[in-house]
Structure formats: C-alpha cells, structure tokens
C-alpha cells in the first residue's frame, strides 16, 4: 500500500487533510527517508519555476530516495523549456468544435481563452479532453493554457502553476481535485490478498493483431496476482502516470516512431522493470541491425544484402547475387508487413521504386520456402516455448494480409522434441538482442537452419503458445518480473 505525502514550500501553506500527510519542504529534507517506511508516493506543490529551486530539489531528493513524485524532474524540465521557448507554443490540430468553441470564434480581434486545470481536471466541458491529453503528457498538479486561434487552427501555451500563487479560492478547488485525483487515480489497488508490486499491462483495445489476447492478457493477471504483483492493463493514453507502477509488460504491437518506444523509454527513465525493453524494440524492430549482428556474429540467416537504389547497377548486382523469386523487406514490419515477393526484374524494380519512397534502405534476401516456421519463444537467454507456423494455404507467408487477415496451423511443442541446431541458433540469435522475451523465427531447410528475425513483444495467445505448459507459461514470464524487481532491491 503506498502512503501520500504532499510537500507544500511553507507552513502558512499547511492545510488539514484526514487521507494526505501535508508537510513543508523543510520537513521533508530532514525527515525522509525513514527506515522500513512503506512505498510512498510524493505530489510536489513546491515552486519548480527556477532552476534549482525548492520545488525542483523536492522531485529530485523524491527520485533519489525512490518515491514516486509528480511532478518528475524531467516533467518540470520539459515546462521549463516550454516557457522559454520563443516559438511561443504547441501546435494542435484540435477538433473542430473545439475550434468554433467561444471565445476562440468571436467576432473580435482577441481570439483567445486562458484557463487553469487542476491534476488533469478543468472545469470548462470543451478543454477537458485537452487538458487531460496535456496533464497524461506533462503531468504536474497545476498547469496553465492559454489558447489562441491563427491561420494553422490552434497554438497552445502550457506553463506550470505553483499552490503558492493561487487565489485562495482556486486553492480550495485545487485541493478539492487533489483529493479526486489520489483517491481514483493514485488508488491502490483494492486487492484481497497485499501485493509487493505493481504492473502496468500496455495494451491496444483498438489492435486486430495483438500480440495477447484478452484470455492470456487474463492469466498473465492472475499469474501475476500468484507471484505477489498487482497487474492491470493501461492504453497508451495513461501513460502518463506509469510512475506509479513498479513495472511495465508490453503487449502491444511495438515500432520505434511509435509510443510503445517512448513509454518503454519513460518506464525506465522512472525505473520500471520493462519487458520488452527500449533496446530490444529498436534492434529487433529494425531488421538492418538484425542483418549486421547476425552477419558479424555467426548467426545462421538467409543471404541478405542491403540496397539503396533501384538504378540499372543496382538491379545488375541483385540479379547477380540472388535468383527469382527474390525476398524484400522493409527495415520494420511485424506480422509479414512490410515483405514482398518478387519474380522478376520488372517486379524488383518497380517494388523497389515503392518502398525507397518510404525508407532509405531496404533488404533483399534470398527465397526459401519451408511448409512452416519455427518460432522459439525465448526469456533471458532461455527456451520457453516452441510452436511450428504453417503458411498460409496457396501462399508463401505464414500471415496472408489480403482484404481479411489470414494465417496457417500450428503446432505447439515443448522445448525438448526441437531440434537442438534450432535451439541452437534461437539462443545464439537472441544474445545478439538483450535479455528480454523475444520470439525467434526460424527455417529448417535440408538440415540447415536459418533465423529470418527475432521479435520482440512476441505472439503468446491462449490456446496457441501456451497450448503445451498451460499456465505455467504466464508464471514462467511473472517469476522474471519478480526476480528483476528483487534485483532492482526495492
């Protein structure tokens, strides 16, 4: 259970709160840490305006003596800078009714609106989407907007507030959404059984493809619950508020231009044990560095060269190092996206042409076809679970992406019935990447094996990898948490 605390700069500033222990910045200093106190979390209400002020220090000393503080140091940095940056603001494309909302489309010279939101909260029905998009991504307790309209719809100003510089009434509705917000949103979780940690759960209700569904999303819950942490799933909008947990699971599609990237990112920048972590979406994301590490390292793949144009020499050198049909891949994809087969050179031209469009480099890889792939789930240097993919019917692919979405059987097996040279290989892949969970595809073709790529955030659905250990397949991926969370020593 983690206790509140609020830290307000003087003593004239002390309010009485039967839920929250209110103390000054003094006390603070000088009385925490205590020893064998609960986890605690901290909401800063000191000034953070300057530089090394008492409110910056306060979210400093909370990091370091590892209590969850809003706002974080990078959070007051990141306001900074939005002030004393002379562009003057943020350009948003609101929605429209936002736009016709008064007083922005008055008939007057000053088109514009100013307000304050309170932990999120605003009182005013059209910015409460905003003010919440804004507090998920700079989340301080007060921050200040002033909106104005121009020729490219909407510039947004976002600085921070500080309780000292509240009127006494905006004090009052400050303190009145401050006891909302730690109530509902810095809840604990109304558990049964204490647990030790929680775990935030990333998830896309909005993905035909994820990498879980809801039953294993489930029992990696309960798995969870068994091994002493508390889970629940969060979208990339609550985000913002991932401090408050002790970890982070991906199980949502990741891309490095993406926000599963920059929550990964954040997650550790706060603490969080992450899987998948940063490192491995930006290696296993990008099939280029998948290429030089296993071409640098021993690993057995298919013949890959990387091209850059799609000139007569370019086509010349393909033709001469490869035949029809011939692989193409972009640097990311997942789920067979973003791979092309080609089978002659009109065709490799013209593919090429298309995807140099989107990306500077692009993969030709020889063509070998198997009836299916091994996929070798691995965590932190160790075989987990083995399933064969069969392709697709009438189709070279394992996923068919046509109007509708297809993919072939499969096969679940348990580690000991894999060939030991694909195990091999899936071990010796996944060390090129990290020590998270990855997904290992590989091809076993006339004795030989070849890794075509090593996801990260790898496919575990209900029914299909746990087909062989069952529940003891969630407990195997918790028991990890667990053990870096006891590394972690808090």
């Known amino acids: 259970m983690y206790k509140t605390i609020v830290v307000v700069d003087t003593d004239d500033l002390i309010f009485e709160n039967d839920q929250l222990s209110v103390i000054t910045f003094e006390q603070y200093l000088a009385d925490y840490p205590k020893r064998n106190e609960p986890k605690t979390r901290l909401i800063n209400l000191c000034d953070t305006e300057h530089y090394l002020s008492r409110g910056y220090y306060c979210s400093l000393l909370a990091e370091a003596r590892q209590h969850k503080v809003l706002p974080s140091v990078s959070t007051i940095n990141d306001l900074r800078d939005l002030s004393n940056d002379t562009s003057a603001g943020i350009q948003l494309a609101l929605p429209v009714e936002l736009l016709h909302a008064e007083p922005l489309n008055a008939e007057s010279d000053e088109q514009s609106v100013e307000f304050m939101a309170f932990m999120g909260w605003v009182a005013e029905e059209p910015w409460k989407k905003l003010a919440k998009q804004m507090f998920d991504k700079y989340p301080a307790p007060i921050l200040h907007f ?171 050198n393909i033709e001469s190092s490869f035949s029809y049909p011939i692989v193409l891949k972009m640097p990311e994809g997942s789920f067979s996206k973003g791979v092309y087969k080609v089978k002659t050179r009109d065709e490799l031209k013209q593919k090429l042409q298309d995807l140099l469009v989107d990306t500077a480099l692009v993969l030709v890889q020889e063509y070998l076809y198997t009836d299916y792939d091994w996929r070798i789930g691995v965590l932190n240097g160790r075989a987990i679970y083995a399933c064969r993919y069969h392709m697709v019917r009438d189709h070279w692919q394992i996923y068919s992406h046509g109007k509708e979405t297809e993919s072939g059987g499969f096969e679940t097996l348990p580690t000991f019935e894999v060939p030991k040279s694909v195990l091999d290989a899936a071990l010796k892949a996944c060390a090129m990447i990290g020590r998270g969970l990855y997904g290992v595809d590989i091809k076993h073709k006339e004795n030989q094996v070849y890794v075509i790529e090593v996801n990260d955030n790898p496919s575990i659905d209900h029914e299909v990898e746990d087909l062989y250990l069952g529940n003891e397949l969630y407990m195997l991926i918790m028991q990890e948490f667990v053990s870096r969370l006891e590394n972690r020593g808090r």
């Open 146 to 316: 002033s909106l104005s309209k121009d020729a490219n719809g909407v510039l947004v100003q976002v600085k921070r507030r500080s309780f000292i510089h509240l009127s006494k009434s905006d004090q009052a509705l400050f303190l009145q959404h401050l006891q909302v917000f730690t109530e509902r949103v810095w809840r604990t979780p109304p558990a049964r059984k204490k647990q030790r940690w929680d775990m935030a759960i990333l998830v896309n209700p909005a993905e035909e493809q994820p990498p879980s569904d809801k039953d294993a999303i489930k029992l990696f819950i309960k798995a969870a619950a068994k091994v002493g942490i508390h889970a629940e799933t969060i979208t990339a909008d609550q985000a913002g508020q991932i401090s408050q947990y002790d970890a982070l699971f991906i199980r949502e599609t990741t891309a490095i231009d993406h926000h599963t990237y920059r929550i990964a990112r954040k997650a550790e920048r706060e603490g969080l044990v992450v899987i998948d972590d940063s490192t491995s979406i930006l290696r296993c994301c990008n099939k280029v560095f998948l290429h030089d590490a296993f071409s640098y390292n021993g690993v057995p793949a298919p013949k890959t060269h990387v091209v850059i144009g799609a000139s007569e020499q370019d086509l010349d």
